[in-house]
């Protein structure tokens, strides 16, 4: 089981109250809620690997150089994201927790955490569950390992499983063919603008069509008409050098650098007076004994 920790952790602030603090005043609420997704997590799946997956660069210089729009409507000042201001002081938190309980903790320098999963993803032996409410993780889906993505959207306790045949039903694509309808569709909430004048209709029409962009701009580039809708091959012909460039920018590495690390799910806390610390400074003793209750005996 692989987390998408900053998706879980923004999901836990915006859905507890600001309201519950530590002894010292300081808003607690996406530790609180994180403690308790991780435990519902793995009481449900009882994974036999844990790892949260952190964002060393959350705007990678390879994407902006690509796309200078990435991400850039984020940006506070410089590189850095804009962050709820109650929430910056709780992501030393979280990495103290997850390293106290012993939950492996990976981020890869000059990479998102959507990477450090899709170099998880490519490298593990056997079946994947990716939990995120990220969509862009959809394009690591495949039945044939399995890789599901347990999706957040409907809250924790009400994932969606994410399948190969889900992204058919859902998007009218191949259910491995994410990464190319989004690149053609575009997602402004990554600042990504996809062909001006294709939507979601027109992209699962092409993809459908021709099973790739690779395949698709190879047709268009050879001059066939055949399976383009209306007015399609003149918006994709000039939209040619973003189709060229926009791939490396929505599809996750496979082969981000990662270090050595035990992804084991503990059997007991790694460091239990760390633990014990953090319990009683931030008062995290209930969420805390609820997730060390889910670890295998």
């Known amino acids: 089981m692989i987390l998408d920790t900053p998706s879980l952790y923004f999901r836990a602030f915006y859905g507890v109250p600001e309201s ?4 010292d005043g300081m808003p607690i609420n996406a530790v609180r809620g994180l403690i ?16 949260a997956t952190m964002d060393a660069d959350w705007r990678p210089k390879f994407r902006v150089e690509a796309i200078p729009t990435y991400k850039a409507h984020r940006v506070a000042y410089g590189n850095t994201e804009v962050v ?17 309980v012993g939950i492996a903790r990976m981020e890869s320098a000059g990479y998102e955490a ?10 593990a032996g056997g079946a994947v569950d990716i939990v995120t409410g990220d969509r862009d993780l959809f394009q690591l889906v495949d039945d044939s390992r399995p890789v599901r993505v347990l999706y957040t959207a409907r809250g924790i306790r009400n994932l969606q499983v994410v399948d190969e045949a889900f992204v058919t039903t859902k998007y009218g694509i191949p259910g491995r063919a994410y990464a190319d309808f989004a690149t053609l569709r575009g997602d402004p909430s990554d600042g990504l603008p996809g062909v001006s004048g294709v939507g979601e209709k027109t992209a ?12 698709l701009l190879a047709a268009l580039d050879a001059g066939v008409t055949d ?14 050098d973003y189709l060229r460039v926009a791939p490396k920018v929505v599809e996750v590495a496979p082969d981000a650098p990662l270090p050595a690390a035990d992804l084991a799910l503990p059997a007991k806390p790694r460091d239990p007076e760390a633990l014990v610390r953090l319990a009683d400074h931030y008062d995290l003793d209930s969420p805390l004994n609820r997730l060390l209750d889910t670890l295998p005996k």
């Open 114 to 123: 959507d990477d450090v999963i899709g170099t998880l993803t490519h490298q």
């Open 204 to 215: 699962a029409s092409l993809i459908t069509r021709f099973g790739s962009l690779e395949a």
């Open 227 to 240: 399976g383009f809708p209306a007015g399609a091959r003149t918006k994709l012909a000039a939209a040619r």
């Open 20 to 23: 519950m603090t530590a002894p």
């Open 36 to 51: 308790d997704m991780i435990a519902t997590l793995v009481r449900k799946y009882r994974p036999d690997e844990l790892v």
């Open 84 to 100: 709820p201001e109650a929430l910056v002081p709780q992501l030393p938190v979280i990495e103290q927790m997850l390293d106290a």
